[in-house]
């Protein structure tokens, strides 16, 4: 299981990476390993705003549906379009070509509500049990 | 609860999860690469969560006629046939195999893991019960064998011949395992796939498993037990069918001898016959792309015309498919709506299955 140092983590098993005001977020490895097998994504449009912890998109496994979070509010400036064709894309590579969409942030300091690699592996590990 | 074999699961690394209070695997490695391991080569399934009651004595072929929807008394020996134990209302206590062991004396019933105590309680308080139940779900363990090559596997590790069994036959088969090594094998099964189901003492389940693995079939979880039985528009109890639906609704009659004998549910079902029904089981399969799921509201011209009742994306097909209790003035080919989260999917309303079966009958 990886937790990449450089991401910020949600509890609902998100990560954002940031770029300057932007921030690219998909979900986690933990997150893709407990759906199994990604068969379906829907994903909020380019150019829509999103506010923290509210929904942008929903991914589907063979057996369960899951809502995707928003790690940072502001605007939805791209989607990764090639997971509509190849959603399986997110169980092979979730913390690079499975991303999601990139957010122009707002307010880049809500980051600090994230939590960073450690943490976020410690959160797992207790979920895990 | 847990099966013979779930040391085993664990060392594979399965994903575990809890079904009726049973400890089962999932998936191994990925329901859908077990989907298609069974459909085209050989998938392996632990079902020793399935019931086995025995129904044995002078009267069992009577008491039986009674308690299932088939004319068991033109059942031959070794023949296996699908019927449904109904209430007196006729809805649907269960589904199952009735295996012909000694006809007019000594049957076995192959009945739903999470229905078994219900089934017992319900045959026992059936007049004509006394002294022939006996229910061996905890010594029995059972394994399915299906897909194109299951075949070479059973003749590798058991030196067994398909094909000296027809489609819904069985027979007993001695192998070279540990104990006491009688193996009762049936050309039946819930994948669609061609292939057998073995029941055996739980002694023996392990050996046997793991030398199926080590010649190369491929353990499949319920994932795929479940996305495999869905293709083939094969009912779920507790999804598809239960106490409030009958066979008629389900379009299972095939599976109900209806004038050739009485059984408990028989009126109900004579009068659905007559006056119709007002909702049928149906196929959909999307046209747009979304996954259709359990309790989905289907929709035709802004009207409410039924539920999803099982839906998945059909890995085959890579579309989503779904069975649904429809209004019955829908007809095959129309188009209709699922509604999945608020949108309008379009879906076409078809006659299982939604893939071509491989069963050599």
């Known amino acids: ?129 | 609860m847990r099966t013979p074999l779930f040391e085993e699961h664990v060392r594979l690394g399965a994903r575990m999860v809890d079904f009726h209070g049973w400890e089962l695997p999932v998936w191994y490695t990925s329901i859908t690469k077990e989907h298609m391991a069974t459909r085209t080569s050989c998938g392996l399934f632990d079902i020793s969560h399935m019931g086995e009651i025995y129904v044995k004595g002078e009267g069992a072929q009577d008491f039986l006629e009674k308690a299932l929807t088939i004319k068991v008394s033109s059942m031959e020996r070794f023949q296996v046939r699908y019927a449904f134990m109904l209430n007196s209302n006729g809805g649907i206590i269960d589904d199952l195999t009735v295996y012909c062991l000694e006809p007019g004396l000594h049957y076995m019933l192959c009945v739903n893991a999470s229905n078994t105590p219900k089934d017992y309680e319900w045959l026992s308080s059936i007049p004509g019960a006394d002294g022939l139940l006996d229910n061996r779900s905890d010594d029995t363990a059972m394994l399915a064998v299906q897909g194109p090559n299951a075949r070479f596997y059973l003749e590798k590790c058991l030196g067994f011949d398909i094909n000296s069994i027809a489609y819904y036959r069985f027979t007993f088969h001695s192998a070279d395992l540990t104990g006491n090594t009688e193996l009762l094998i049936s050309r039946t099964g819930y994948t669609g796939a061609d292939g057998v189901e073995i029941f055996m003492d739980t002694r023996l389940c392990k050996a046997l498993w793991n030398m199926l693995i080590d010649s190369g079939a491929i353990p499949c979880g319920l994932g795929a037990r479940d996305t495999l039985r869905l293709e083939m528009g094969y009912p779920l109890h507790g999804n598809d069918i239960d106490e409030g639906t009958t066979p008629i609704e389900a379009g299972l009659s095939f599976a109900v001898d209806m004038d050739s004998h009485q059984f408990i549910g028989r009126e109900t079902l004579l009068r659905q016959r007559q006056n119709g029904v007002s909702r049928r089981l149906r196929g959909l399969v999307l046209d747009d792309r979304g996954i259709p799921r359990q309790g989905y509201v289907c929709m035709k011209e802004g009207r409410d015309i039924g539920k999803v009742t099982s839906g998945s994306i059909s890995p085959v097909l890579n579309r989503g498919i779904a069975l649904a209790y429809i209004d019955s003035s829908i007809n095959y080919s129309e188009i209709v709506s699922v509604m999945i989260r608020s949108k309008p999917l379009k879906a076409t309303v078809i006659k299982p299955p939604f893939v071509k079966g491989q069963i050599h009958k």
Do not use: C
């Open chain 1, 1 to 129: 299981m990886k937790f990449p140092e450089d991401l910020k983590y949600t509890k609902d098993h998100e990560w954002g990476r940031p770029d300057g005001n932007r921030l690219i977020a998909g979900i986690t490895d933990y997150a893709q390993d407990e759906l199994g097998d990604i068969v379906y994504i829907e994903l909020n449009d380019k150019g829509s705003s999103i506010k923290q912890g509210e929904v942008f998109g929903t991914v589907e496994s063979v057996k369960a549906v899951s809502e995707l979070y928003a790690p940072a509010s502001g605007t939805i400036v791209e989607i990764n379009e090639a997971l509509l064709e190849a959603p399986e894309i997110i169980n092979k590579d979730p913390y690079g070509d499975g991303w999601m969409i990139v957010i122009e942030m707002e307010d880049r300091a809500e980051l600090n509500n994230l939590m960073d690699s450690q943490e976020y592996r410690t959160y797992v590990e207790k979920e895990a049990k």
